[in-house]
T-cell receptor, first 113, second 115 residues
Framework: GAGVSQSPRYKVAKRGQDVALRCDPI?????LFWYQQALGQGPEFLTY????????KSGLPSDRFFAERPEGSVSTLKIQRTQQEDSAVYLC???????????FGSGTRLTVV | DQQVKQNSPSLSVQEGRISILNCDYT??????FLWYKKYPAEGPTFLIS?????DKNEDGRFTVFLNKSAKHLSLHIVPSQPGDSAVYFC??????????????FGTGTRLTIIP
């Protein structure tokens, strides 16, 4: 596609519910990144994929967060047993390489109530 | 521990004048610095970058200056236009042990251009 597509755009979850956020990267982009942006803050790194391999998951805040990219294209970020502090905008980005020149999607705004 | 700091949450500038956005960092391992622009309900859009081995990079109305000794960078926009009104994020890049470049962002500065 022309850009990085994320769905849903908005998600409201009850505390304790599991959620799945989807990212469709730009076709052919090898690298895929997930970032979390809390209100009033800058985006913070969560995890990095090179094709289907999750090479860096050092930013995932807890074991409730899980990301996958099984075929090296679409990626899903799953959050289990959501808590209020998980409320944030989740941004996906993709790139031809592992370098910084990547394109962000519009994000999914998650609100946990 | 905030490694990248943008100390001005907001800035208002008259149309046609110069906008100067500032950013400070603490980690000397950063090898690239970037500025992103963000409109509401959209993802950040890359604006301009500078390598740590340079002190200036210019692209049209946008110029980024890097002062490594002071660990400070700034973005100059001249002349400022109403479409420049957005939140600007400073970001710094460092290569990880896994081979990827990881961005560390500041908290952003909301720029408002007054017509």
């Amino acid at each position: 596609g022309a850009g990085v597509s994320q769905s849903p755009r908005y998600k409201v979850a009850k505390r304790g519910q599991d959620v799945a956020l989807r990212c469709d990267p730009i076709s052919g982009h090898v690298s895929l990144f997930w970032y979390q942006q809390a209100l009033g803050q800058g985006p913070e790194f969560l995890t990095y994929f090179q094709n289907e391999a999750q090479l860096d998951k050092s930013g995932l805040p807890s074991d409730r967060f899980f990301a996958e990219r099984p075929e090296g294209s679409v990626s899903t970020l799953k959050i289990q047993r959501t808590q209020q502090e998980d409320s944030a905008v989740y941004l996906c980005a993709s790139s031809f390489s592992a370098s910084y020149g990547y394109t962000f999607g519009s994000g999914t705004r998650l609100t946990v109530v | 521990d905030q490694q990248v700091k943008q100390n001005s949450p907001s800035l208002s500038v008259q149309e046609g004048r110069i906008s100067i956005l500032n950013c400070d960092y603490t980690n000397s391992m950063f090898d690239y610095f970037l500025w992103y622009k963000k409109y509401p309900a959209e993802g950040p859009t890359f604006l301009i970058s500078i390598s740590s081995i340079k002190d200036k990079n210019e692209d049209g109305r946008f110029t980024v200056f890097l002062n490594k000794s002071a660990k400070h960078l700034s973005l100059h926009i001249v002349p400022s236009q109403p479409g420049d009104s957005a939140v600007y994020f400073c970001a710094a890049s460092a290569r990880t042990n896994f081979g990827n470049e990881k961005l560390t962002f500041g908290t952003g500065t909301r720029l408002t251009i007054i017509p």
